[in-house]
Nanobody, 123 residues
Framework: QVQLVESGGGLVQAGGSLRLSCAAS????????MGWFRQAPGKEREFVSA????????DYAESVKGRFTISRDNAKNAMYLQMNSLKPEDTALYYC????????????????WGQGTLVTVSS
């Protein structure tokens, strides 16, 4: 059983930065694709970024490209999301997720999810 725990969320002013972390335990995720999703109040959960198990392939939503950077440390079973130049529209609950398959932007393609960490960006 995979357990994912996100951390690093908080309140930040527009233009600021945050670094989210996702710690995995229970089962190794070293060969799993890992992804970040977010859900704002009243909106659907949306894809943010994903990284394959070797870390050589990444994908970003257009809305965060150039501002967010995804990375992973397989030795620590961890994944990170460096978020720079944050905007109020980035405000959401951020989730990490894993899948045994290739990168996908569809939430249904991921089998394990964390509980989320809240990011609030003030204007």
């Amino acid at each position: 059983q995979v357990q994912l725990v996100e951390s690093g969320g908080g309140l930040v002013q527009a233009g600021g930065s945050l670094r989210l972390s996702c710690a995995a335990s229970g089962v190794t995720v070293r060969t799993s694709t890992m992804g970040w999703f977010r859900q704002a109040p009243g909106k659907e959960r949306e894809f943010v970024s994903a990284i394959n198990w070797l870390g050589g392939i990444t994908d970003y939503a257009e809305s965060v490209k150039g501002r967010f950077t995804i990375s992973r440390d397989n030795a620590k079973n961890a994944m990170y999301l460096q978020m720079n130049s944050l905007k109020p529209e980035d405000t959401a609950l951020y989730y990490c997720a894993t899948t045994k398959f290739r990168i996908t932007r569809t939430p249904d393609g991921y089998s394990d999810w964390g509980q989320g960490t809240l990011v609030t960006v003030s204007s």
